[in-house]
């Protein structure tokens, strides 16, 4: 139990990096994902294309190799170019999660029948307030499980961070756990994720209860 309190504090200092790349990530990436998700349904090709191979490369590799070459391989390619930490964390982290949301965001915005969109064309509405009155909070509805799904796995994703040197949760409990010589400062780290998923899982319900007005 000392050792547990003993540890406690540094855990709590690498928590902050945690949470704040969690939110930052979050603000950023949602909309995002949604302007790229509604830029994959449009009908210029040559958008769609270049949506179609961003989506491809990110989802296609590892967010651990993304941070690396933001981190390391920007500053070999232009010289001058290195980045904070925590930037280049969060600029691989929002390109990450956008290309993610605007899948799931894309699925979302097709799955709308086409009668909605003549419907609110009959009615005089632009495309802006079409989109922001008439789709949005039908695809809010039907993509909320999916986007909480990733919003999850966010969560656990930020302990890749201590890989470029921030000081995270993880990388706060290895520390301890290679000063300590226990396996104590790790097992903390376990029930500080488990928290944090647990408190995000009980707010994605809540949400999907006030929004699942229909049943």
Same mark, same amino acid.
């Given at each position: ?16 990096? #945690? ?18 998700? !509604? ?25 651990? !190799? ?16 290195? !980045? ?45 307030? #079409? ?22 796995? !966010? ?61």
């Amino acid at each position: 139990m000392d050792l547990a309190i003993k540890v406690f504090p540094s855990l709590f200092e690498g928590l902050k990096t #945690t949470l704040s790349l969690f939110g930052w990530t979050l603000v950023l990436s949602l909309p995002l994902g949604f302007l790229v998700g !509604l830029g994959a349904t449009s009908r210029f090709k040559p958008l769609r294309w270049l949506i179609d191979v961003y989506t491809w490369v990110i989802r296609g590799t590892p967010l651990l !190799l993304q941070m690396f070459f933001i981190f390391f391989g920007l500053p070999l390619l232009s010289e001058g170019l290195v !980045l904070d930490r925590f930037v280049a964390a969060l600029i691989a982290f929002v390109i990450n999660y956008t290309a993610y949301y605007a899948e799931i965001f894309r699925g979302g915005i097709q799955a709308i029948p086409q009668g909605q969109y003549e419907g609110a064309k009959v009615l005089g509405l632009s495309k802006v307030q #079409t989109v922001m009155t008439i789709v949005f909070p039908q695809v809010f509805k039907i993509i909320l499980p999916s986007v909480g799904n990733e919003i999850i796995t !966010l969560v656990k994703d930020t302990s890749l961070v201590y890989a470029v040197g921030l000081s995270d949760v993880m990388k706060a409990g290895k520390t301890a756990m290679t000063r300590e010589v226990s396996i104590i400062p790790l097992i903390e780290v376990m029930l500080f994720y488990l928290v944090l998923t647990g408190i995000v899982t009980l707010v994605l319900r809540s949400i999907e209860k006030r929004v699942n007005y229909y049943q």
